[in-house]
Nanobody, 129 residues
Framework: QVQLVESGGGLVQAGGSLRLSCAASGSIFSINVMAWYRQAPGNQRELVAAITSGGSTNYADSVEGRFTISRDNAKNTVYLQMNSLKPEDTAVYYC???????????????????????WGQGTQVTVSS
C-alpha cells in the first residue's frame, strides 16, 4: 500500500512564503510524475505545478515565477516553495503522484504494477490580506 503524507500548510500574510512537503511511502518501485493541486471553496481542483522523475517542470500561469516545485527522488518527496503569496492562493493543497508499486520478484527480476495515481489528504494554506 502506498501513502502520500503532506505537511507545511498554515496561515501567512500576503507577500509571505510557505514550503509544502509531500512524502510517499510504502511498496514503491518507482515514482513518475509528482504534482501539487489546489482547491478553493466553490472551485474545481486545479493543477498548480508538476515535476517528472527527470526534473522537468510545469506551472499554472497564476503561480509561474512565484512557486517552485522540486523533488528528492532518494526520499520519494516532492516540495512546493511558495513565495510572494496572495490571498487568492488560499486553498487546500493536495499532493499527487503516479507510482508503480512492487508486485513481486520472480524469473530473476522485480516486477511492478501499472502506474497508479495517488492523492494526499490535503493541507490548508490560508493567505491573509
Amino acid at each position: 500500500q502506498v501513502q502520500l503524507v503532506e505537511s507545511g500548510g498554515g496561515l501567512v500574510q500576503a507577500g509571505g512564503s510557505l514550503r509544502l512537503s509531500c512524502a510517499a511511502s510504502g511498496s514503491i518501485f518507482s515514482i513518475n510524475v509528482m504534482a501539487w493541486y489546489r482547491q478553493a471553496p466553490g472551485n474545481q481542483r486545479e493543477l498548480v505545478a508538476a515535476i517528472t522523475s527527470g526534473g522537468s517542470t510545469n506551472y499554472a500561469d497564476s503561480v509561474e515565477g512565484r512557486f517552485t516545485i522540486s523533488r528528492d527522488n532518494a526520499k520519494n518527496t516532492v516540495y512546493l516553495q511558495m513565495n510572494s503569496l496572495k490571498p487568492e492562493d488560499t486553498a487546500v493543497y493536495y499532493c499527487n503522484a503516479e507510482i508503480d508499486s512492487f508486485s513481486g520478484y520472480y524469473s530473476g527480476t522485480y516486477h511492478h504494477t501499472p502506474p497508479t495515481v495517488y492523492w494526499g489528504q490535503g493541507t490548508q494554506v490560508t493567505v491573509s490580506s
